[in-house]
């Protein structure tokens, strides 16, 4: 059974989905061979399909599958693997005359002159200029502030889940218990905005904690840091007051005290290897060393170096505000967050007094 038998019938063959939406225009001939290769297979029957593989010594024709899960099965006919579909495509690719393959590589050729379809501009419109584009990211950062502020002051009470879910942040798996989880969307110029560019240049080592191709999580441990990265404009997307309160986003810790007691504290400012929290009970912010990560385990090492600075504390677990940030721009944040009332004078307001 031969699918391609001359230049013509290759040439002639209509397009493959694969190969109207492929967005590549390097494409070689093995490659466009596999391709059309694969969609001629789909379409046999099963019969066909094994004939095919036997007549290309691929499989054998005693070839047998054997249920071991009832002491009654009976021996079946074996199913084509993956691996014997695509040794069955090397091989009629090896026995392929010079012509026939010199014919793939002039449909590839032609594939490859098609006009892109990967959705990329190829220049910036004329009337996109800075205007319209600080009116674009001012829109977006609203938007974000807005989601950033139902989930700051939410009642998390009143808003948990009744059933347990759990998601992935890079190696970690984490459950949504106390933080508040939020699914968000975030144009590549906002995040440019926010994080700096080149992309991510302004998080320092320790709040990059997973970086691969297609997505990025980050960390933020204190409310200073979340404070720096989300202001634009006056605009603070860390910080909010509502029913006399002031609510602000920041990791959350469980601290341990010289009792056995647990007492949660809430991550206010850090400098470069500690963190500084605010401890009910205590009026001075309480220093405690910031826990290293193992990004392979995706976990924190408490048993380290967690060498209390102030107090008789030990940290016993730690809740960063989590990012994942995808570069489809779908992205999601696990986040805590900590009201009190405020009755500090702004300085822009000691000059009326």
Same mark, same amino acid.
């Given at each position: 059974?031969?699918?391609f038998?001359?230049r013509?019938?290759?040439?002639?063959l209509?397009?493959?989905?694969q190969?109207?939406t492929?967005?590549?225009?390097?494409?070689?001939?093995?490659h466009v061979?596999l391709?059309?290769f694969?969609?001629?297979?789909?379409?046999?029957?099963?019969q066909?399909k094994?004939?095919?593989?036997?007549?290309?010594r691929?499989?054998?024709?005693d070839?047998?599958?054997?249920?071991?899960?009832d002491?009654d099965?009976?021996?079946?006919?074996a199913?084509?693997?993956?691996?014997?579909i695509?040794?069955?495509?090397?091989?009629?690719w090896r026995?392929?005359?010079?012509?026939?393959?010199?014919?793939?590589r002039?449909?590839?050729n032609r594939?490859n002159?098609?006009?892109?379809?990967?959705?990329?501009f190829?220049?910036?419109?004329?009337y996109?200029?800075?205007?319209?584009?600080i009116e674009?990211?001012?829109?977006?950062?609203?938007y974000?502030?807005?989601?950033?502020?139902?989930s700051?002051?939410? !009642?998390i009470t009143k808003? &948990?889940p009744t059933s =347990?879910?759990? *998601? +992935?942040?890079?190696?970690?798996? $984490?459950?949504v218990?106390?933080?508040?989880y939020?699914?968000?969307?975030?144009?590549?110029?906002l995040?440019?905005?926010i994080?700096?560019?080149?992309l991510?240049s302004?998080l320092?080592?320790h709040?990059?904690?997973?970086?691969?191709?297609?997505e990025?999580?980050?960390f933020i441990?204190?409310?200073?840091?979340?404070s720096?990265?989300?202001?634009?404009?006056g605009?603070s997307g860390?910080?909010f007051y509502?029913n006399?309160?002031?609510y602000?986003?920041?990791a959350?810790? !469980?601290?341990?005290?010289? &009792?056995g007691?647990? =007492?949660?504290g *809430? +991550?206010?400012?850090?400098?470069r $290897?500690?963190?500084?929290?605010?401890?009910?009970g205590?009026?001075d912010l309480i220093v405690?060393?910031?826990?290293?990560?193992?990004?392979?385990?995706?976990?924190?090492?408490?048993?380290?170096?967690?060498v209390?600075q102030?107090g008789?504390y030990?940290?016993?677990q730690?809740?960063?505000?989590?990012?994942?940030?995808?570069?489809?721009?779908?992205?999601?944040?696990?986040?805590?967050?900590?009201?009190?009332?405020d009755?500090?004078?702004?300085?822009?307001?000691?000059?009326w007094?």
């Amino acid at each position: 059974m031969n699918f391609f038998t001359s230049r013509n019938d290759i040439l002639s063959l209509p397009l493959t989905e694969q190969e109207r939406t492929h967005t590549s225009r390097q494409r070689h001939a093995y490659h466009v061979f596999l391709s059309q290769f694969c969609t001629k297979y789909k379409a046999l029957s099963i019969q066909q399909k094994k004939d095919l593989l036997i007549e290309l010594r691929v499989m054998r024709p005693d070839a047998h599958d054997f249920d071991d899960s009832d002491e009654d099965s009976v021996l079946t006919v074996a199913m084509p693997a993956a691996g014997d579909i695509m040794r069955a495509a090397s091989k009629v690719w090896r026995d392929s005359g010079l012509d026939l393959k010199a014919a793939w590589r002039e449909r590839a050729n032609r594939l490859n002159l098609r006009p892109p379809n990967n959705g990329n501009f190829e220049a910036v419109p004329d009337y996109v200029n800075d205007e319209v584009l600080i009116e674009s990211l001012s829109g977006e950062w609203k938007y974000l502030v807005s989601i950033l502020k139902l989930s700051t002051t939410m !009642n998390i009470t009143k808003w &948990r889940p009744t059933s =347990i879910s759990t *998601y +992935v942040y890079g190696n970690e798996r $984490v459950t949504v218990d106390s933080q508040n989880y939020r699914t968000f969307f975030i144009s590549h110029l906002l995040k440019l905005s926010i994080f700096g560019s080149p992309l991510y240049s302004k998080l320092l080592d320790h709040e990059i904690m997973y970086r691969r191709r297609r997505e990025t999580i980050v960390f933020i441990y204190s409310h200073r840091r979340m404070s720096e990265l989300f202001t634009f404009g006056g605009l603070s997307g860390a910080e909010f007051y509502k029913n006399g309160l002031k609510y602000v986003s920041c990791a959350k810790v !469980n601290l341990r005290d010289r &009792r056995g007691r647990n =007492i949660i504290g *809430y +991550v206010m400012d850090e400098d470069r $290897v500690s963190l500084k929290m605010k401890v009910e009970g205590e009026d001075d912010l309480i220093v405690i060393r910031r826990p290293e990560y193992d990004t392979h385990d995706g976990r924190f090492l408490y048993n380290t170096a967690n060498v209390r600075q102030r107090g008789s504390y030990e940290m016993t677990q730690l809740w960063p505000i989590r990012m994942k940030l995808n570069n489809s721009g779908q992205s999601n944040y696990m986040l805590s967050a900590y009201s009190y009332v405020d009755d500090e004078v702004p300085d822009e307001m000691e000059a009326w007094i």
